[in-house]
């Protein structure tokens, strides 16, 4: 086993927890869990614009539904706390002021107006706009009511990501940055640089939109003579269509908002890995225990990864499917349908067994299961519409239907007796399954589609069956 990784999940919190965050989580816990290193959750929350009241909770819990159990952040401490960036003003200046005296930070004196013009004057003269080719000769003295800014050595730099591999970038790439902002706060450039040093941070796990800035953050370190975490960064999540990078519109959703709809934590894991990685075998379903043994960085892919909600789904099925009944049926309190209530657990145990298999969420339960406990009224339509019961005449439906019936008032309604009885109702009407168990399962589910007839009708049992027989006769 490779020596302790400590990795941490940085969010900022705005309010809102998509899939390509959770994967930088996922992939952080799970290379501190592999290796019995830590794995640590810092707020980032210097941004005072866009801090969300609300937000830092909303990613606790989101964590925590998921499983993703961190060893020292906000709420409960560890041995490098604070950890949330705006309680840690007083480290940032600590660092500044080192970047001060070794005359590398200097504080920028311009006005917005100023800073156009020298834009202006680089578009003019068709060159790239550059801080650094604008820095004052004789800077103020720093006094907090001006940015800071790095002052930059640029250099070439030849470098291996974990995940992109070998990287080269010229010195054009470097730049003079702000470490700490006008309003006293530091930039996440700055503030991440310093918080990953003193919370002895070894892997940086994160979004592909760092990557151009990584260049300025090596100068920066080579600055204050530090060495720099491994890095590793993901590939991006792309729309479902493949060709641009999923947003909130392309129907992807807050995780904890799939948690709600029956999303088992495993499957969201499963799934927010298979995003940009594979163990390289042709295994799709991963317990999370198998994740923590196979995850590795030089496993996930450069190119961006697509989301696609219909895996997930099928996914969710299959984690489903694996679960011991008594264990999906905890799982299940909160998703029944407000009239099975009325129901006792043996029964409500018995429809679950039914559906197990085709239950994509847990949510869907009411829609699958609704017949079992509601009595739902004769709809015609569901007859009309079936392409070859609408073929038969009132007469005939009804016929096949009583005679259903009549067999039916004989059985005991156990599995073996109602299986060998509807075989026999084939026989003596001369009908398909197609024609008469549809027939048969309308008239008892009111709904197109549900598990096996015989089953079904055990489950039930027979005074609903042949009432609900009664009414469809009734209503021909
Ligand atoms: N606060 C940054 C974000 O939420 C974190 C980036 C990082 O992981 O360093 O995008």
């Given at each position: 086993m490779s020596s302790p990784?400590?990795?941490?999940?940085?969010?900022?919190?705005?309010?809102?927890?998509?899939?390509?965050?959770?994967?930088?989580?996922?992939?952080?816990?799970?290379l501190a869990?592999?290796?019995?290193g830590q794995f640590v959750l810092r707020i980032e929350?210097?941004?005072r614009a866009r801090h969300v009241e609300g937000a830092e909770q909303h990613i606790i819990d989101s964590l925590k539904a998921l499983g993703l159990n961190y060893d020292e952040g906000p709420d409960i401490g560890g041995p490098f706390a604070p950890y949330r960036q705006s309680q840690r003003l007083d480290s940032y200046k600590r660092w500044a002021q080192q970047l001060i005296d070794s005359g590398r930070a200097y504080a920028d004196p311009y006005s917005a107006e100023d800073m156009q013009k020298f834009r202006d004057q680089a578009q003019a003269n068709k060159q790239p706009f550059l801080y650094r080719?604008?820095?004052?000769?004789?800077?103020?003295?720093?006094?907090?009511?001006?940015?800071?800014?790095?002052?930059?050595?640029?250099?070439?730099?030849?470098?291996?990501?974990?995940?992109?591999?070998?990287?080269?970038t010229g010195p054009e790439t470097i730049d003079d940055f702000i470490l700490i902002k006008s309003d006293g706060y530091p930039t996440y450039n700055f503030a991440h640089i310093i918080d990953d040093t003193e919370m002895r941070i070894s892997h940086i796990i994160r979004g592909q939109e760092f990557l151009a800035s990584i260049p300025n953050y090596l100068n920066l370190y080579e600055a204050l003579g530090l060495t720099p975490p491994i890095m590793a960064t993901m590939p991006h999540i792309m729309a479902p269509d493949g060709k641009k990078k999923l947003?909130?519109?392309?129907?992807?959703?807050?995780?904890?908002?799939?948690?709600?709809?029956?999303?088992?934590?495993?499957?969201?894991?499963?799934?927010?890995?298979?995003?940009?990685?594979?163990?390289?075998?042709?295994q799709e379903i991963f317990s999370v225990q198998e994740l923590i043994d196979k995850f590795s960085l030089d496993r996930v892919q450069r190119s961006g990864a697509r989301f696609d909600e219909q895996r997930l789904q099928w996914m969710n099925g299959a984690h489903i499917r694996n679960l011991a009944l008594d264990d999906l049926y905890a799982l299940c309190a909160a998703y029944w349908p407000a009239e099975a209530n009325q129901s006792n657990d043996n029964y409500k145990q018995q429809v679950l067994g039914l559906v197990q298999e085709r239950l994509k969420f847990l949510a869907e339960l009411p829609e699958l299961t609704g017949f079992f406990f509601i009595d739902l009224p004769v709809n015609p339509e569901l007859i009309t519409s079936n392409k070859q019961l609408s073929k038969l005449s009132q007469e005939e439906l009804k016929s096949y239907l009583e005679q259903a019936k009549a067999s039916l008032e004989q059985s005991d309604f156990s599995l073996d007796d109602l299986t060998s009885r509807l075989n026999d109702l084939l026989t003596t009407t001369g009908q398909k399954p197609g024609i008469l168990f549809s027939l048969i399962r309308i008239a008892t589910t009111q709904a197109p589609f549900s598990p096996s007839l015989a089953e079904t009708l055990a489950v039930l049992g027979k005074d609903r069956s042949l009432a609900r027989l009664n009414s469809q006769i009734n209503a021909l």
């Open positions: 990784i400590r990795t941490r999940f940085a969010p900022s919190p705005t309010g809102y927890m998509h899939v390509g965050g959770v994967r930088t989580a996922l992939f952080a816990w799970l869990r592999q290796t019995g929350d210097t941004d080719n604008h820095r004052p000769d004789k800077p103020p003295v720093w006094d907090g009511t001006m940015p800071l800014r790095f002052k930059s050595e640029p250099k070439a730099y030849q470098r291996i990501d974990a995940v992109m591999g070998e990287l080269s947003g909130k519109r392309d129907g992807a959703k807050d995780v904890l908002d799939y948690i709600r709809d029956g999303y088992l934590p495993e499957t969201m894991l499963n799934f927010i890995a298979s995003l940009g990685w594979n163990d390289g075998s042709e």
